[in-house]
C-alpha cells in the first residue's frame, strides 16, 4: 500500500500512493494513527448497553454539525448497541441534514435496524463456518489476481483538506487519471485533467504534482494482505448486509515485522524519510461468493517523530464485465491522511470513483489515451467545482 504526502510552495499538499508505499508530513506520535484517526471502530464487542433510544440517537445527531469529528463515534455506538426505534422517513430527513447526508451513517443505522427486526439472521455463524469462509475468500482472491485481464479505466478524483483534526473538508481540486493494468507490469497512471483543464505536458501523476495521489487500490492491497508473508490474523466479529449482499466483518492486523506498507514524506517533488508501519482493519466478505466486498484499514506501529502521523483507506469493490466477464474491482475508494508540519496539523481526503472499466489492448500505451477513450461521465461522477485551496502561512520563528 503507498501513501504519499508531498509539500509544495507555501501550502500543505499530501501526497498518498496506494500500493506499498505511503508518503506524507506530520511530527506526531503513532498513537493518533491507531486510536483517533481510525476510519473505523476500535475493535469492540456488540450489544454493550441497552439499545440506542430515538431520544438519546436525535440528541447525539444534532451535535455533529459542530462535531463532525464525532461521526465516527456515532456509528460505533450504534453498532455497538443497536437501536430501540424504527427509521422513518422523517428521521431520514433529519439525517441527511444534520450528517451533510453521510452514507456511512446511513448504513451503520440500516443495518441497526435488520438487527432489530431480525436479531436471529444477524448473528454470527459458529467460529469453524467463519473459518472456511475465511479460507475459500483467500483462494478466490489470489486465484483472481492470478487471471486479471489487462484493463483501462478510469479515476475521478475530488481532493479536499481539512485543518487540525476536525473533519471539516473543503475540497481543493478535482483529478481525472486514466489507469492501465498488465499483468506483467501492473498499475501505470496518466493525467488527463486537473479541474476539467487537460494536462499539459509537464504535468504528470506523481509527487510533482503535489497534493494526496494514490496507486494500488486495484489488485495489489487484497492481494498483500492474503498473501502467506503478511502472516494477517483475522478474527470475525460481526455480520453486516452490504449492497444486497449477506456478508461476514473479519477484523484483521498485519504486524511491522511483516508488513510492505511504507510511509514516506516528500518535499520538493521527491521523497525526503520514509519508515515501515504494519497495518490493521476490517474486511467484508459476501458469504454466497467468497469475495471482499469492502476493504479498510489504518496505518499502526509508525515510528514515534515520523512526519505522518495517520494514514487510512477504504475501498468498495464491485462486479464490472471487462471482455464479457465479470470481475471484482474497485468502484469507490476513500484515502485520508493526517500530519503536521512546522506545527500545523493538516487532514486530507481523496474521493474516488472508479469509471468506464474495460480490456486493455496489448499494442495501446497509456500515453496514447485521453478523455475520449472513456464513456462520458454521469452526473454524479462530475464533482463541484473545488474551493480556491488556501495558502497557509509560514510558522513565526520561535524565540531563542
Known sequence: MNYSKLLQFSRIFP????????????????????????????????????PLTNQEFVKLLYQLPAHPEQRNQLEDLVRKRGIAFPITPGLRSLIATKSGNDASLIHTLEEADRRRTNPTEAKLPPLAEAEELLERTRKATLGAAETMPDYLVKQNIIRSHAYGQSKNWSAYDRLSIAVSYRQTAGEDYKLLTVNGIPANENQSYGMKLGGTISTGEYVTALTELFKPESRAQFTPIDTDTLRGHKTIIYEYEVKKENSRQTLGWGEGGSIRAQTISGYRGRIWVDRETNRVLRLEDISTEIDPGFPITAAS?????????????????????????????????????????????????????????????????????????????????PAPPKKP
Open 15 to 50: 501526497a498518498i500512493i496506494f500500493s506499498l508505499v505511503v508518503f506524507a508530513s506530520a511530527l506526531c506520535s503513532p498513537t493518533n494513527a491507531q486510536t483517533d484517526n481510525s476510519p473505523f471502530p476500535q475493535p469492540t464487542e456488540l450489544q454493550q448497553g441497552a
Open 313 to 393: 483507506k477504504v475501498i468498495d469493490y464491485d462486479w464490472v464485465a471487462i471482455n464479457d466477464q465479470q470481475h471484482l474491482l474497485p468502484s469507490h475508494a476513500t484515502v485520508e491522511l493526517t500530519d503536521t508540519y512546522r506545527g500545523q496539523t493538516e487532514q486530507t481526503r481523496n474521493e474516488i470513483l472508479f469509471r468506464g472499466y474495460r480490456k486493455f489492448g496489448a499494442e495501446v500505451k497509456i500515453i496514447d489515451i485521453d478523455e475520449k477513450d472513456f464513456p462520458a461521465d454521469k452526473p454524479e461522477d462530475e464533482p463541484k467545482k473545488p474551493d480556491t485551496p488556501p495558502t497557509l502561512k
